[in-house]
């Protein structure tokens, strides 16, 4: 139980700004208005007069159970930033948010550039210029996935002859002029992810930004008409601004009030995060440039025992690649393996690398397999290929000798390699010899000179086979690695432009909600818009104002009454 005394205020609207800090309720209060002046709006001088009230019991406000607060509303004595004149009064309540541009003497050199770049950032931030480029960039994409990429000229000479054009039109002259033949470094097509950045910071710099200052000033609206033209409007007779402001709180609202009036806003979050979906396009679009203009690449097969330099093997894709001191590395294949299914087929295949220094000193080592690449300093190197190099055998007791292999050219996508060890006279125009053929490092077959089938041999199984008055012995298969080097400095900026824009994506789903509202005399009249859910705004307003007490009048005593807590 809590006596509370009157609140009197001279000419509120004017000398003092009061923030809610805490969830508070004022539920008595003695209510002698005073003239005050407002922009655009009067509120009549009322005779004094005293009123004692109470508030309903939560019983009598609300008959579904529902409990009011019984709190003390607590105001502060701190003073917000300046206001800048209310744009909504201006209005009559339209609820724009465009932000007022101060006059500017257009005059000379100064004065046309002013209007000149005004005028650019007009157009740039325009929408159906930016789907239009959207559009032509997912065109000019689909184009570079339909034309071949990285070949010869002869290769479109061929391809795209000027006597039979694609289309009828379209020839090597399109491809090679327009440079359609690496179609993600082209002029074109940067000059367009260039002129979809400059939309997109243009329509940042003129919409987004001045809608979140707008958003961010306290504006107060001192017309009952003003607020009365929202997209949601009410009146409460009977009823104190305080209390709203509390139930407001409650709802998470920020409220402010200024004397009689009162402002609150929610979801701020909601109207920043378009700016950060431009950011993250931009991060999106500079880290896409950045890998097609500024990456290396390159494929190597290298025999197992062998070493090769990262520099020799690594070529530039585009004008903005920049070599670093990781291509100076040396790399050395110490062992080629396979894992094999039951039937025999490859399942999966390794390479055991070292990566050696400029004095030969190993830095890392790792055993590399497909989607189990190794980095090192800015470069991925992936297993994507393998091969066998050569066949090491015994002849006679002699050697060993190395046969290189080669790969044969057979129907379907399986592997075929072969080689041939000559018997007789080599020099002779109609040579002939024993043929071996594999198509992995599991087992060898062999035919003779007359192309029979001599046999199968598997590699280290020191087993001879006579063929043709030779006796062989399969020593050992070499197999070689397919490997792929790449650098791609685009990676992580694309990851945390993809990354930034789900996240805002989803914060632009909060509706940002404004609620307006005045105290004229007993009655308080409270307006409200919102961005998004325009449906369940006015029925969330619908339920906090059902939860608003009502003052009820008692002429038998000028005491105020006391409260019971609900």
Not at 371 to 386: E, F, K, S, V
Not at 391 to 404: M, R, S, T
Not at 514 to 523: H, L, P
Request: charged share 20%; aromatic share 8%; proline share 6%.
């Amino acid at each position: 139980m809590k006596t509370l005394g009157p609140l009197n205020s001279s000419n509120p609207c004017l000398l003092k700004t009061h923030f809610l800090k805490v969830p508070i309720f004022n539920p008595i209060f003695k209510f002698k208005p005073l003239p005050h002046n407002t922009h655009h709006a009067r509120i009549a001088k009322v005779p004094s007069f005293t009123v004692n009230s109470k508030l309903k019991s939560s019983q009598d406000i609300n008959n579904k159970g529902k409990k009011s607060v019984s709190q003390k509303i607590v105001l502060s004595e701190t003073s917000p930033p300046p206001l800048a004149v209310d744009k909504d009064d201006i209005n009559g309540g339209s609820g724009s948010e465009s932000v007022p541009v101060s006059s500017k003497k257009k005059g000379g050199v100064s004065g046309l550039a002013k209007k000149l770049s005004k005028k650019v950032l007009q157009i740039l931030s325009n929408l159906s210029l930016a789907i239009g480029e959207m559009f032509t960039i997912a065109a000019l994409m689909a184009l570079g996935t339909v034309i071949e990429q990285g070949e010869a000229p002869d290769f479109y000479f061929k391809n795209y002859p000027e006597d039979h054009p694609v289309l009828g039109f379209f020839t090597w002259r399109w491809v090679l002029t327009l440079g359609f033949d690496h179609m993600f470094t082209s002029p074109v097509f940067i000059g367009m992810l260039a002129l979809l950045g400059a939309s997109l910071m243009a329509c940042t710099y003129t919409t987004q930004i001045p809608l979140v200052k707008v958003s961010r000033r306290w504006a107060f609206l001192h017309s009952a008409e003003a607020i009365r033209k929202q997209e949601f409007s009410d009146t409460l007779t009977r009823a104190s601004i305080e209390d709203v402001g509390t139930l407001l709180m409650g709802a998470g609202y920020e409220v402010f009030l200024k004397g009689p009036c009162l402002y609150a806003f929610q979801g701020l979050a909601g109207r920043l995060a378009p700016i950060g979906v431009h950011i993250s396009l931009l991060l999106i679009m500079v880290g896409g440039t950045l890998s097609a203009a500024g990456s290396f690449k390159g494929s190597v097969t290298v025999p197992q025992g062998l070493n090769f330099v990262v520099g020799d093997v690594l070529g530039p894709t585009g004008f903005l690649s920049t070599p670093t001191e990781a291509f100076n590395t040396e790399i050395h294949v110490n062992r080629f393996y396979m894992d094999y299914f039951e039937s025999g087929e490859v399942s999966q295949f390794h390479t055991d690398l070292s990566l050696l220094d400029m004095d030969g000193k190993e830095v890392m080592r790792k055993t590399i397999s497909v989607n189990d690449p190794l980095r090192y300093g800015g470069i991925t190197i992936y297993q994507t290929d393998w091969s066998i190099s050569a066949l090491q055998i015994l002849k006679d007791n002699e050697g060993p000798y190395n046969l290189a292999m080669a790969p044969l050219q057979i129907n379907g996508d399986k592997k075929l390699f072969g080689t041939f060890l000559p018997v007789g006279d080599i020099n002779s125009p109609d040579v002939k010899g024993i043929s071996m053929l594999a198509r992995d490092l599991q087992s060898i077959v062999l035919y003779d000179k007359e192309g029979k089938f001599a046999g199968v041999r598997r590699p280290n199984s020191k087993l001879p086979i006579n063929i043709d008055g030779s006796e062989i012995v399969i020593l050992d298969a070499i197999g070689s690695s397919g490997l792929d080097l790449k650098t791609d400095p685009g990676v992580p900026t694309v990851y945390a432009g993809f990354g930034a824009l789900m996240l805002t994506t989803c914060i632009s789903y909060l509706s940002h909600s404004q609620i307006w509202a005045i105290q004229d005399g007993t009655s308080v009249i409270i307006g409200g818009k919102t961005n998004r859910a325009k449906m369940e705004f006015p029925e969330e307003m619908n339920r906090l104002l059902d939860k608003v007490p009502e003052i009820v009048e008692s002429s038998s005593s000028q005491q105020v009454d006391t409260i019971t807590s609900g």
